[in-house]
Protein backbone atom coordinates (compact mmCIF):
# COMPACT_ATOMS: atom_id res chain seq x y z
CA UNK A 1 0.00 0.00 0.00
CA UNK A 2 1.27 3.47 -1.24
CA UNK A 3 1.47 6.48 1.44
CA UNK A 4 -0.90 9.11 -0.28
CA UNK A 5 -2.05 12.78 0.68
CA UNK A 6 -5.97 13.38 0.87
CA UNK A 7 -7.46 17.04 1.26
CA UNK A 8 -10.22 17.57 3.70
CA UNK A 9 -11.84 20.28 3.92
CA UNK A 10 -14.95 21.19 6.87
CA UNK A 11 -17.28 23.41 4.99
CA UNK A 12 -19.36 26.57 6.25
CA UNK A 13 -22.08 24.57 7.91
CA UNK A 14 -19.68 21.58 9.53
CA UNK A 15 -18.07 24.94 11.34
CA UNK A 16 -21.57 26.71 12.08
CA UNK A 17 -22.73 23.48 13.59
CA UNK A 18 -20.04 23.43 15.67
CA UNK A 19 -19.16 19.71 14.11
CA UNK A 20 -15.23 20.51 14.03
CA UNK A 21 -14.54 17.94 16.92
CA UNK A 22 -16.57 15.34 16.11
CA UNK A 23 -15.17 15.26 12.16
CA UNK A 24 -11.81 15.44 13.46
CA UNK A 25 -12.57 12.70 16.18
CA UNK A 26 -13.79 10.31 13.05
CA UNK A 27 -10.57 11.19 10.95
CA UNK A 28 -8.25 10.43 13.58
CA UNK A 29 -9.82 6.55 13.67
CA UNK A 30 -8.32 6.39 10.51
CA UNK A 31 -4.61 6.81 11.64
CA UNK A 32 -3.38 9.19 9.62
CA UNK A 33 -1.36 11.90 9.94
CA UNK A 34 -2.59 15.93 9.76
CA UNK A 35 0.42 17.56 7.54
CA UNK A 36 -0.98 20.94 7.22
CA UNK A 37 -4.09 22.78 8.00
CA UNK A 38 -5.83 26.32 8.10
CA UNK A 39 -8.49 28.50 8.35
CA UNK A 40 -9.33 29.94 5.29
CA UNK A 41 -11.70 32.96 3.93
CA UNK A 42 -13.15 31.53 0.41
CA UNK A 43 -12.64 33.53 -1.91
CA UNK A 44 -14.93 33.62 -5.58
CA UNK A 45 -11.75 32.84 -7.36
CA UNK A 46 -10.88 30.18 -5.07
CA UNK A 47 -14.21 28.25 -5.42
CA UNK A 48 -14.43 28.80 -9.02
CA UNK A 49 -10.88 27.42 -9.13
CA UNK A 50 -11.88 24.48 -6.57
CA UNK A 51 -14.89 23.63 -8.18
CA UNK A 52 -14.36 24.49 -12.14
CA UNK A 53 -14.86 21.04 -12.79
CA UNK A 54 -18.62 21.01 -12.25
CA UNK A 55 -19.32 24.61 -14.01
CA UNK A 56 -21.83 23.35 -16.37
CA UNK A 57 -23.65 22.25 -13.91
CA UNK A 58 -27.21 23.78 -13.03
CA UNK A 59 -26.33 24.08 -9.31
CA UNK A 60 -22.73 25.79 -9.62
CA UNK A 61 -23.83 29.70 -8.60
CA UNK A 62 -25.79 28.43 -5.77
CA UNK A 63 -22.44 25.84 -4.63
CA UNK A 64 -20.13 28.76 -4.54
CA UNK A 65 -22.41 30.47 -2.62
CA UNK A 66 -22.26 27.77 0.18
CA UNK A 67 -18.53 27.15 0.18
CA UNK A 68 -17.96 30.61 -0.23
CA UNK A 69 -20.44 30.62 3.32
CA UNK A 70 -22.76 33.30 1.87
CA UNK A 71 -25.38 30.40 2.63
CA UNK A 72 -24.81 30.03 6.48
CA UNK A 73 -23.47 33.93 7.14
CA UNK A 74 -20.04 32.04 7.84
CA UNK A 75 -16.96 32.62 5.40
CA UNK A 76 -14.74 29.98 6.56
CA UNK A 77 -13.71 26.64 5.75
CA UNK A 78 -10.98 24.41 7.89
CA UNK A 79 -9.02 22.60 5.05
CA UNK A 80 -6.33 19.73 6.01
CA UNK A 81 -4.23 17.70 4.29
CA UNK A 82 -4.13 13.74 5.71
CA UNK A 83 -1.50 11.79 4.93
CA UNK A 84 -0.67 8.20 5.34
CA UNK A 85 -1.28 4.63 3.71
CA UNK A 86 -4.59 4.45 2.06
CA UNK A 87 -5.44 7.75 2.92
CA UNK A 88 -7.37 9.10 -0.26
CA UNK A 89 -10.01 5.65 0.53
CA UNK A 90 -9.66 5.83 4.19
CA UNK A 91 -11.27 9.13 4.45
CA UNK A 92 -14.02 8.73 1.79
CA UNK A 93 -15.26 5.91 3.70
CA UNK A 94 -15.56 7.75 6.80
CA UNK A 95 -16.82 11.01 5.23
CA UNK A 96 -19.43 8.81 2.86
CA UNK A 97 -20.64 9.45 -0.19
CA UNK A 98 -21.09 12.77 -1.56
CA UNK A 99 -25.10 12.45 -1.89
CA UNK A 100 -26.02 12.57 2.06
CA UNK A 101 -28.99 10.30 1.02
CA UNK A 102 -26.82 7.60 -0.25
CA UNK A 103 -24.26 8.05 2.77
CA UNK A 104 -23.85 5.48 5.05
CA UNK A 105 -25.78 6.38 8.16
CA UNK A 106 -22.49 6.21 10.41
CA UNK A 107 -20.27 8.28 8.06
CA UNK A 108 -20.33 12.61 8.29
CA UNK A 109 -22.20 12.77 5.17
CA UNK A 110 -24.71 10.08 6.21
CA UNK A 111 -25.03 11.44 10.06
CA UNK A 112 -25.00 15.43 8.87
CA UNK A 113 -25.58 16.42 5.29
CA UNK A 114 -28.35 17.04 4.02
CA UNK A 115 -30.00 17.88 0.77
CA UNK A 116 -31.94 21.52 -0.18
CA UNK A 117 -34.76 21.95 -2.19
CA UNK A 118 -32.89 22.99 -5.08
CA UNK A 119 -30.99 19.84 -5.13
CA UNK A 120 -27.17 20.92 -3.57
CA UNK A 121 -26.10 18.70 -1.22
CA UNK A 122 -25.05 20.17 1.90
CA UNK A 123 -22.45 17.50 2.81
CA UNK A 124 -20.32 19.28 5.41
CA UNK A 125 -17.51 18.09 4.10
CA UNK A 126 -14.90 17.58 0.86
CA UNK A 127 -12.47 14.84 0.13
CA UNK A 128 -10.27 14.33 -2.34
CA UNK A 129 -11.68 11.18 -4.50
CA UNK A 130 -8.60 10.59 -6.49
CA UNK A 131 -4.62 11.40 -6.33
CA UNK A 132 -4.94 13.05 -9.67
CA UNK A 133 -7.62 15.11 -7.55
CA UNK A 134 -6.08 15.28 -4.39
CA UNK A 135 -2.62 16.72 -6.15
CA UNK A 136 -4.16 19.29 -8.01
CA UNK A 137 -6.96 20.56 -4.47
CA UNK A 138 -3.44 20.35 -2.18
CA UNK A 139 -1.61 22.96 -4.59
CA UNK A 140 -4.80 24.87 -4.65
CA UNK A 141 -5.17 25.30 -1.29
CA UNK A 142 -1.71 25.02 0.16
CA UNK A 143 1.23 26.37 -0.47
CA UNK A 144 4.61 23.97 -0.38
CA UNK A 145 5.96 25.75 2.89
CA UNK A 146 2.12 25.34 5.02
CA UNK A 147 3.13 21.36 4.33
CA UNK A 148 5.01 19.32 6.92
CA UNK A 149 5.77 16.59 3.97
CA UNK A 150 7.39 17.40 0.58
CA UNK A 151 4.66 15.52 -1.22
CA UNK A 152 5.35 16.90 -4.38
CA UNK A 153 8.05 18.04 -6.96
CA UNK A 154 9.14 22.61 -5.96
CA UNK A 155 11.08 24.68 -6.99
CA UNK A 156 13.05 27.90 -5.46
CA UNK A 157 11.68 31.31 -7.22
CA UNK A 158 13.09 34.65 -5.85
CA UNK A 159 10.25 37.29 -6.15
CA UNK A 160 10.28 41.40 -6.19
CA UNK A 161 8.38 43.98 -4.92
CA UNK A 162 5.86 41.09 -3.40
CA UNK A 163 3.44 43.07 -1.37
CA UNK A 164 2.75 40.62 2.06
CA UNK A 165 0.65 41.76 4.65
CA UNK A 166 2.89 40.95 8.50
CA UNK A 167 2.02 41.76 11.93
CA UNK A 168 2.36 45.13 13.15
Known amino acids: MAREATLVIIKP ?26 TVKVSESLAKKHYGHLSDRPFFKELLRYITGQLH ?10 YGESAISQVR ?15 VRGAYGRILTTGLFENVVHASSSAEDAEKE ?31
Open 13 to 38: DGLKKSLTGDILSRLSQAGLKIIAAK
Open 73 to 82: GENRVLAMVY
Open 93 to 107: QIVGATNPEEADPVS
Open 138 to 168: IKLWFAPSEVVVNLYPCKVITLEKVEQKVWA
